[in-house]
């Protein structure tokens, strides 16, 4: 096992990696006393469009967010997995920042591994129900390491009073579902991502999608669900799909091989998909390189996610703040100055409108989209009782979240719904595309 290790570790040394790991301070649960609230704007009626455009929660309280870490420890292994816990601590971290370390606390789950983790689990569902200030908490959950049951079992503690914003990873079972104690569970909808992925390719002059997947992200269900909406899709809209069954140890020297002879062999207009994240930025470089179609990287969805490597974008820079071993702290650009290097980078190497990706990290998305949505819960603005949601609202946030980076786009929401009912409160989502370069 050492060696296979060691072995794994030579040849992800020889890739070209770009990027520091990122730390950032999280306030504990004994924060300053809360400032002061004009009581008669707190009993002011308010409307949905007044609420989250100010500055200052309408309401006495706190709401606590739990997002990944950075995952240090991982990204010595797979060096672009901290791009997409960055997300999190970027969005986690900017509501901080607006609404002040008093009213938004910022905590995180443990590293992968961790020790101690269960017990840091504990302490901190703990610390939001023993804490009488808390009226909500956005928790997103995204490491496998981390077992759901715990989590979720975790979550029937909590107070009732308290309003839940759940964004796991994947949840696909409706038992799994029913069990799980939350006002609102937010994810990526697999099924309408795969459709989705084929209408975009098509539109960017797709004539074919070469769809590379491993042993294990096949034996995924929530990664099959997704190209199994891509194939019906494509059939539906007369486009051809080659689904390519990768060997566990593929890297980067096959996937070069591969997709270089498959785009000679197939075309230019031939959408590249490869379902494991560890090899994102190796697959849009070789898009770019062959000058073939790359519509989105895998599950993880994000500007950020391997695009700022395959084009070579400093996009992260050193601050004057120091972490806790007198380090400085490293964080990255933001999201409007990412977009715009991509554009002309892309622009730049022949490749305007063949590049796009989703316009918004996703979990950036769900976590501001969640929080806002709980504010409104606690403002009145939005029902009341539990497993209805607005989804009305859910979309208007959405547009006005990525509207603050200078995005005209949004998302769409849908209830769970399977062949037993629909399930109100769990939420999926997708949303809407950018193309580079145009």
Request: charged share 25%.
């Amino acid at each position: 096992m050492n060696r296979v290790i060691t072995i794994i570790c030579i040849l992800l040394m020889l890739i070209k990696l770009t990027g520091c790991t990122v730390r950032f301070a999280v306030d504990s649960f004994d924060s300053d006393e809360m400032p002061e609230t004009n009581e008669e704007q707190q009993n002011e009626e308010t409307d949905i469009s007044s609420t989250h455009n100010i500055d200052e929660l309408p309401f006495d309280g706190k709401i606590v967010i739990v997002t990944n870490t950075d995952a240090a420890r991982f990204k010595d292994w797979f060096y672009s997995r901290d791009d997409a816990f960055e997300d999190e601590l970027v969005s986690a971290e900017a509501l901080v920042d607006k609404y002040g370390p008093g009213r938004v606390i910022h905590k995180t789950w443990p590293d992968w591994w961790d020790p101690d983790g269960e017990e840091i689990i504990d302490g901190i569902f703990r610390e939001i129900s023993e804490d009488p200030e808390v009226r909500a908490a956005v928790l997103i959950h995204s490491i496998p390491h981390l077992k759901y049951w715990h989590i979720e079992n975790l979550l029937q503690d909590i107070r009732d009073d308290i309003f839940v914003v759940y964004i796991p990873r994947i949840l696909t079972e409706r038992e799994v579902i029913n069990d799980v104690k939350a006002n609102l569970i937010i994810q990526t909808d697999m099924r309408r991502l795969g459709e989705a992925y084929v209408e975009q390719a098509i539109s960017m002059g797709a004539e074919t999608i070469a769809y590379y997947s491993n042993p294990r992200n096949r034996s995924i269900p929530a990664i099959v669900l997704s190209r199994d909406a891509m194939m019906a899709t494509a059939e539906r809209e007369g486009i051809k799909f080659i689904d390519f069954e990768a060997p566990s140890w593929a890297n980067v020297e096959y996937l070069t091989q591969e997709i270089t002879r498959q785009v000679d062999s197939l075309g230019i207009n031939t959408a590249i998909f490869v379902s494991w994240f560890e090899y994102q930025s190796t697959a849009i470089s070789l898009t770019s390189a062959t000058g073939a179609i790359f519509v989105q990287t895998d599950e993880i969805l994000s500007p950020f996610m391997g695009y700022p490597v395959a084009f070579e974008i400093e996009h992260r820079f050193e601050t004057d703040q120091e972490d806790e071993l007198g380090r400085p702290i490293v964080r990255r650009i933001e999201l409007p100055e990412l977009m715009q290097a991509l554009d002309e980078a892309v622009d730049a190497a022949g490749m305007s409108g063949r590049i796009s990706s989703w316009a918004v990290p996703d979990r950036s998305m769900w976590i501001t989209v969640g929080f806002m949505y709980a504010v409104e819960w606690l403002s009145g603005n939005v029902p009341q009782e539990h497993g209805v949601i607005d989804l009305d609202v859910l979309e208007q946030l959405a547009r006005e979240y990525s509207a603050q980076f200078g995005l005209d786009t949004g998302a769409s929401f849908e209830a769970f719904t399977d062949d037993e009912g629909t399930i109100g409160h769990y939420v999926l989502s997708i949303i809407d595309y950018y193309i580079f370069g145009k």
